[in-house]
């Protein structure tokens, strides 16, 4: 196919709707209707001669033929994105943009961002506190702090491990010395459980001690672990914390943990698009993230 005859609005709407794996948010994405979404892929496809998505019920998935188009369509656009990056010029101290989980964030991140300042004066940091996806277009961020069970958690992207998570029960220590005695696991089925997320943390705690019937679903649920540990600290209940997290308020004795036993719960990663072309700003970041958290695992004592 000639080049002057590229259908580009249409291999955009399919590349958006292929990465995506719906229609309606690559029209939010694109800024057009969904409507129009459907009739360029399906002129796509016409143009092709091949189905490139499978319409299921209230869902689509790729083809094989789709599969293979979206792939040398999403590398080529990133790279049209960066190489246009390069070149429209920026402020000369344009901040370096980095998006993390809520929870790191706000109970570690933000607690040490005033020793990276100190190093590196010259940096200025846009935290971006957000779980989503990044997809790293346009001036969207350059890093992402995310925790998964996995570096293959995060499609067309680098990621890099950070550090464990181990979990284990945490309290308010006025909790621990008013509530029910709690000197095994078990007894936790006299206090409140808090959640976060969902409930598989507590369920997944129980089932490793070998209490699987203690798993509650009842108790309050919140959609950030950072909130959980509020309500922990304030003393409405039992929350599942950390070393990495809080590490700094079981030290104080805001949080006091009753057991030793620890469960592994995945892991924080560092991501982004392609670590050789990270900015000298986002490499000294990342330098000073692996230090920092080397010093609180050892802070700890783990």
């Given at each position: ?33 969904q ?44 790279d ?28 570690f ?70 509530g ?52 922990a ?32 719960f ?5 991501v ?31």
């Amino acid at each position: 196919m000639k080049r002057e005859r590229l259908p580009l609005t249409a291999l955009r709407s399919f590349e958006a709707a292929g990465r995506q794996l719906s229609f309606s948010r690559a029209a939010e994405e694109l800024f057009v209707s969904q409507a129009a979404i459907s009739r360029q892929i399906r002129e796509l496809e016409a143009l092709i001669g091949k189905p490139l998505f499978e319409r299921l019920h209230r869902k689509v998935e790729l083809t094989e033929t789709g599969q293979a188009l979206l792939g040398q369509l999403t590398a080529s656009f990133d790279d049209i994105d960066r190489r246009l990056a390069q070149i429209v010029s920026k402020p000369a101290q344009s901040p370096l943009r980095v998006s993390v989980e809520p929870s790191f964030a706000g109970e570690f991140l933000i607690q040490r961002l005033n020793s990276f300042r100190q190093q590196y004066p010259q940096i200025d940091i846009s935290v971006d506190a957000d779980s989503r996806l990044v997809e790293f277009r346009g001036n969207e961020a350059e890093l992402a702090i995310r925790y998964g069970a996995s570096a293959r958690s995060w499609p067309r992207t680098q990621a890099r491990h950070l550090v464990d998570v181990l979990v284990t029960p945490v309290l308010a220590s006025s909790l621990l010395a008013s509530g029910a005695p709690l000197a095994t696991p078990a007894d936790l089925q006299h206090f409140t459980l808090l959640h976060d997320y969902n409930r598989d943390g507590w369920a997944r705690w129980f089932q490793a001690m070998d209490l699987p019937d203690l798993a509650q679903q009842r108790g309050p649920l919140f959609t950030d672990a950072a909130l959980a540990m509020q309500a922990a600290k304030l003393g409405h209940g039992v929350a599942l914390g950390d070393r990495i997290l809080n590490g700094a308020d079981l030290r104080a004795g805001l949080l006091v943990r009753p057991f030793k036993m620890e469960v592994p719960f995945g892991a924080y990663w560092l991501v982004a698009p392609d670590f050789q072309r990270l900015s000298w700003p986002a490499k000294a970041f990342s330098d000073w993230l692996v230090e920092e958290l080397g010093a609180g695992l050892e802070a700890s004592g783990a």
